[in-house]
């Protein structure tokens, strides 16, 4: 999850799903008067979705575009592609000390982080910065992933492959397999001192009909997937698809994508929460 063109191009968290989250919440944000707001983006990674989604629903007369990522190489191609005034990206850890951060970027009207909160180790500590980054009356929309095939499919290939996943726990979120994922957040968001807040469950169910087509969604978002030599790194992808083959959706759901009669259905389920809340 360190090339950022492969990353920027993936269909495995389906980016579709990043731009229906922004039209849904954007006109929730309690946008500023005098069209100064200032927006943090966390997880940037390549700055496609900060430049590209969250970019053209701020005024034009906004003051700060700011994202934020803890890969070198995501905040450097970013930097690198999106020279837009008045927006600029910088590494940072949102689970770490922040008080340089917020020394030299003061606080924000506004802050957003889509498919990676679930990613920081320390979620309390991530929720409490959030709301420390936070001026007055600002507004976040976070979002997490709790359940998803990858984190199936690490936990049945580690036995093979732990040599290159060492910090398997890092890349799986907290909320996997917990009964009630949503209560875990409200009590960290609660606890943080948030005014209001609304955490939402929701479920989803995606199916992919080409194996080469899975392979290249998903190879550019397995954490770990640069350590691996190149020549197993196809190996491993055979065993990402076995293990995802195996997997079967409930009975009576909907899935996106699905079509009867095809030779193959790989399905993919998506557990997240969604958390939107005022200082």
């Known amino acids: 999850m360190d090339d950022p063109d492969a990353y920027k191009l993936s269909k495995a968290l389906r980016g579709d799903n ?50 934020i990522d803890i890969c070198d190489n995501m905040v450097d191609y970013a930097t690198k592609n999106y020279p837009i005034p008045k927006t600029s990206f910088k590494k940072l850890d949102i689970g770490a000390d922040i008080s340089e951060f917020k020394h030299a970027y003061g606080a924000f009207d506004h802050i ?51 040599e290159y996943m060492e910090d398997i726990d890092d890349f799986i979120s907290p909320y996997y397999r917990r009964v009630d994922p949503a209560s875990m957040i409200r009590k960290h968001v609660k606890n943080a001192g948030f005014s209001s807040y609304i955490v939402d469950e929701r479920r989803k169910w995606y199916a992919y009909h080409d194996v080469q087509l899975f392979k290249r969604a998903y190879a550019p978002v397995i954490s770990f997937f640069s350590r691996i030599p190149v020549e197993r790194q196809e190996e491993y ?43």
Not at 29 to 45: E, H, M
Not at 117 to 140: S, W
Not at 255 to 277: H, M, P
């Open 18 to 67: 990043r731009a229906q989250l922004i039209e849904e919440f954007a006109p929730k944000f309690n946008w500023r008067s005098d069209g100064k707001d200032s927006v943090l983006d966390i997880g940037c990674a390549g700055g496609n979705v900060t430049c590209d989604l969250i970019l053209p629903k701020l005024p034009p007369t906004f003051s700060q575009l700011v994202g």
């Open 112 to 162: 957003i982080s889509l498919f990676c909160f679930h990613l920081v180790p320390d979620q309390r500590q991530a929720i409490q910065n959030v709301y420390n980054l936070l001026g007055p009356g600002g507004n976040c929309f976070l979002h997490f992933i709790c359940e998803y095939v990858a984190f199936d499919v690490y936990k049945e290939t580690y036995p093979k492959w732990s």
């Open 237 to 279: 992808l055979d065993d990402f698809v076995m293990v995802a083959l195996g997997v079967k959706p409930d009975p009576g759901v909907e899935v996106e994508n699905f079509k009867a009669g095809q030779d193959v259905n790989i399905f993919v389920a998506y557990k997240t929460v969604i958390v939107f809340a005022q200082k």
